[in-house]
């Protein structure tokens, strides 16, 4: 018995791969990109933290309570100060995600002001209405949620 030889195939010409072309390093897109990967919830923060609000509290509801992902509490020094931090979480989601709050109540008086943005309800409280309510107790064992540092 011979043992048999491998058979060599021939060779076969390999195509050229097409070039791929570069991608768009603008800035304008990284930042677009960037802004769809921040959630609602954080640019909230950043706008309240930017007009002074006190005690942020955002609780993740998903999986606790059907009404909302997400439970976002705060309260101000005084009803203009709620008022302004009001007005800069409706526009900076507003510029970021490109969303508008559903029903916003309570503006007038502001001791207790609620954005109603879907997956995300916003509560801006006095401090007074703030211990009075005491929501956060409510949703004592849902996780909170932190700002990254």
Request: overall charge negative.
């Given at each position: 018995m011979q043992a048999k030889t491998p058979r060599k195939r021939p060779a076969t010409p390999r195509k050229k791969a097409a070039p791929v072309p570069a991608p768009e390093t603008s800035i304008e897109v990284e930042e677009?990109?960037?802004e769809e990967l921040v959630p609602t919830w954080l640019t909230a923060i950043h706008a309240a933290e930017d007009?002074?609000?006190l005690d942020i509290e955002v609780f993740d509801l998903r999986g606790i309570t059907t009404m909302a992902d997400t439970f976002f509490i705060c309260h101000g020094r005084n009803p203009r100060q709620n008022q302004a931090?009001?007005?800069e979480i409706e526009q900076r989601v507003k510029?970021?995600?490109?969303?508008r709050p559903m029903a916003i109540?309570?503006?007038k008086n502001a001791e207790w002001v609620?954005?109603?943005y879907g997956d995300l309800v916003v509560h801006i409280f006095s401090?007074?209405?703030?211990?009075?309510?005491d929501l956060g107790r409510l949703y004592r064992d849902a996780q909170?949620?932190?700002a990254p540092v």
């Open positions: 677009t990109l960037a007009k002074q609000a931090i009001c007005d510029d970021v995600h490109g969303e109540e309570g503006l609620l954005m109603d401090e007074a209405a703030r211990e009075y309510y909170r949620l932190q």
